[in-house]
Structure formats: structure tokens, C-alpha cells
């Protein structure tokens, strides 16, 4: 019996090869160790060999019509065995999920894993549910049933694992969340700074949204306005200053009233901590959903008017930071600063009376300061905000792209 070292091409569309055989091996064997190596099911292939058309979709695993041994097909050392996915005998939903298990390896980098591969796709996990028309497990009668839910983006690639250095909002969270994005004042894009062709330290009327829903960032009349920063930039992007009693606000912003779950995230850098204290970055008018730091650096995190302040780490003077607050609607509130390398998590802090939602009468969101006369002296490069709560996944990746955007 001579061994037998065999190159395959399999359903993902890479070529390797696999050893272990002779001329005895049976064609279930050799059918189940490729999918072994490519991480598939067994029942997914049919097999021939190279250059063999008579041969062509003729082995299937556990089919009695296939030759008992790879001895059968001619196999030698060198020989290259062709995948094809079996449709055969297979119903629609069958051949789908089929597909999907397919493509969900290819996008994870292959059998190896390889985040290298130019086939990579951070988005690597499929959600039938989200699929266009949704399968009733093969029952008689009409097998698809319209989803309701809309369109998703990245359908059916809904799913998505901790990326390290994401280069979108939309690639760091699930397709399901990026319909949720609900505000983006990005500083980095001067084209979203109002007037148009600012320069240098000049004063902004207005901040434009990226998000697509025109949610745009206004001077707030009776305060003094910030201005935009563009040549002592942070990692080459402008940013906009805040002095004592600079203020802008958004109103109104309809989907904060009697909000369950929200997620906001600010770059900032405080510079001038002592001056007043405790500084806002964020409020509503209600002194909702604020993110504030002491005058030693201490950063709290708010819901509701009448909650005390979640504590969650601490912030340097003149050092940028990524704030990120996410209330999920059952009383409970994450905040993170991410100072350096340092992260710190809360996963408490609003009393157990405190509202499961937000003041019914919120429509403000105030950046910069509140309506009371609370303050921030700094500089503010990026304003999200998702009307969902993300996931420890989720936020922590966008966390990863604005700390990479930023160079924090």
C-alpha cells in the first residue's frame, strides 16, 4: 500500500492539501477528512478528480453508488481532488444554510482563521432570521415567510466578533445597530463645520450630522460660540474648542423623550479641569444622559435628573480620552474613559427607584455644557450616539475605531 498525499480545492475555493491516505482509503474517508480540514459538513461535498469529466459529481458521502476506494478514481500522490457543494436531493432552506456555512468560513479567513486574507470579513457571522424571507423548517406548503423586520444592513451578516482596529462605525457593530445610529458630529470632517471653509479658530454656527438624519449641532443662542481648531491637530484632524460658556444644542431630538436604551460615546480632552467643576460634555435639559468629570479628574456618568452619577475612572488634564455611556433601560448604566491604556468598567451606579427611561419632556441634547450654566474648557473631536443599547462587543469596537482614528 503506497501513501498517498492529496491536494484538494475545497467548497471555500482554496487549495491544501491533506496526508494520511493510501489506495485503500475509502471515498467516505477521504470525503470526511477534507471536511474535517475545511471545517465543514461531511453531507456538503461532492468530489472528483482533476481533469477526470467522466468523473465529475460523482462521489457523495455515504452514497452506495460511490466507489468503495480512492483506488477507484485513479488517485496517485499529486493528484488534485475537486469540491463541489451537494445539492442533490436537498430542500431550499437545506441548500441556503448550506451556502451560508460556506461563505461564514471564507469570511472568518479560511480553516486557518487568517484575518489576513483579502477574503477576511469582520462580519463573519450569518442570522437566518435576517434574511429577506425567513425559512418555517421545511414544513409542506409555502416555505418562506417575508420578514417584517425590514431591510438590515449587512444582511445576513448581522453578527460581528471584537475587531481590533475597525475602519468604520459600520464595520463595529452589527448590521441590526447601524440603523440606530442616531447622531455623528465628527470633527476629523471639516466639511460637517458650518460655515463652510472655516479657518483656523474661527467660531462655528453649526455642526453637521453624519448620521443621515440631519440631527445638526447649533450655537445655542445666549452663550458664546466654540470655535474649530485646525492646526495644532490631533493625529492631522481638527476639533472644536470649548471655552467658559461656549454651547451648542440640538433640539428637538424627538428619540430621547422616554428613552429605554442609548449608547453615546465623546472624544474629549479636558484642559482646564480645576476651573469649574464638575464639567459636562453631554446633558439634556432635564440633566439626563450626561458624561461630566471633577475637577480631579474623576469621570461620571448620568441618566436620570434625579440619580446620583456613576463613577468610572479618571481623566488627566490636556490628555484625550474616549467616553462611552450605555444604558440599556433595566436601571443599569456602563461607563467607560479610556485614559491611555486604561480602561475601566461600572456595571452599577442608579439607584434601583431610578427610571427604567428618560424624562418624557427631553427633547434637548446639549454638548459642551447644560442649560443650568455647566461648562466644559476643552476640545471635543467626536459626538456618536446609537438609540439602542450596543453590546460589551459592540462598543468596545467602536471604542477600537475612534481610539486608532484618534491615535489615543
Not at 493528484?79 to 456555512?101: A, E, F
Not at 479628574?297 to 435628573?305: I, L
Request: aromatic fraction near 8%.
Amino acid at each position: 500500500m503506497a501513501s498517498i498525499n492529496l491536494t484538494y480545492k475545497g467548497l471555500t475555493g482554496l487549495r491544501r492539501t491533506i496526508t494520511g491516505f493510501d489506495d485503500t482509503t475509502s471515498i467516505d474517508d477521504l470525503i470526511a477528512a477534507i471536511a474535517a480540514d475545511e471545517e465543514l459538513e461531511t453531507n456538503y461535498y461532492i468530489i472528483s478528480k482533476e481533469g477526470d469529466p467522466s468523473n465529475t459529481l460523482s462521489f457523495i458521502y455515504g452514497d452506495s453508488s460511490t466507489p468503495a476506494s480512492v483506488s477507484s478514481l485513479g488517485i496517485e500522490t499529486g493528484d488534485v481532488i475537486i469540491c463541489k457543494p451537494n445539492s442533490r436531493g436537498t430542500t431550499k432552506q437545506t441548500r441556503q444554510v448550506m451556502k451560508l456555512d460556506i461563505a461564514q468560513k471564507k469570511r472568518e479567513g479560511g480553516p486557518d482563521d487568517d484575518t489576513t486574507a483579502v477574503f477576511y470579513r469582520s462580519n463573519n457571522s450569518y442570522d437566518l432570521t435576517s434574511l429577506p424571507d425567513t425559512y418555517n423548517g421545511n414544513v409542506p406548503g409555502a416555505d418562506d415567510n417575508p420578514n417584517t423586520g425590514g431591510l438590515i444592513q449587512k444582511r445576513p451578516w448581522v453578527a460581528v466578533g471584537a475587531i481590533a482596529e475597525p475602519q468604520s462605525i459600520n464595520e463595529a457593530v452589527e448590521g441590526g445597530s447601524i440603523t440606530d445610529l442616531e447622531i455623528w458630529y465628527d470633527g476629523a470632517d471639516e466639511s460637517t463645520i458650518v460655515p463652510t471653509g472655516i479657518q483656523d479658530e474661527d467660531n462655528i454656527n453649526q455642526w453637521n450630522d453624519k448620521s443621515g438624519l440631519a440631527h445638526n449641532l447649533n450655537f445655542s443662542g445666549g452663550n458664546n460660540k466654540p470655535t474649530y481648531e485646525s492646526s495644532d491637530t490631533q493625529n492631522t484632524y481638527g476639533y472644536v474648542q470649548f471655552a467658559d460658556g461656549d454651547l451648542m444644542s440640538i433640539n428637538p431630538l424627538s428619540s430621547l423623550s422616554g428613552a429605554t436604551a442609548f449608547t453615546v460615546f465623546v472624544i474629549a480632552r479636558g484642559t482646564s479641569l480645576a476651573t469649574n467643576s464638575p464639567q459636562l460634555l453631554t446633558s439634556t435639559e432635564n440633566g439626563e444622559l450626561s458624561i461630566q468629570f471633577d475637577s480631579d479628574g474623576t469621570a461620571r456618568f448620568k441618566v436620570g435628573a434625579q440619580n446620583g452619577t456613576t463613577a468610572a475612572g479618571t481623566v488627566d488634564e490636556d490628555e484625550w480620552n474616549v467616553f462611552t455611556l450605555v444604558y440599556n433601560g433595566t436601571n443599569n448604566i456602563v461607563g467607560r474613559v479610556n485614559n491611555g491604556t486604561t480602561i475601566v468598567d461600572t456595571s452599577s451606579g442608579t439607584p434601583a427607584t431610578g427610571p427604567a427611561a428618560m424624562n418624557a419632556g427631553s427633547t434637548y441634547l446639549y454638548v459642551g455644557g447644560d442649560n443650568t450654566g455647566g461648562t466644559f474648557i476643552g476640545d471635543i473631536g467626536e459626538v456618536i450616539l446609537f438609540k439602542k443599547a450596543l453590546s460589551a462587543t459592540e462598543y468596545a469596537n467602536v471604542e477600537n475605531y475612534l481610539t486608532t482614528k484618534w491615535g489615543i
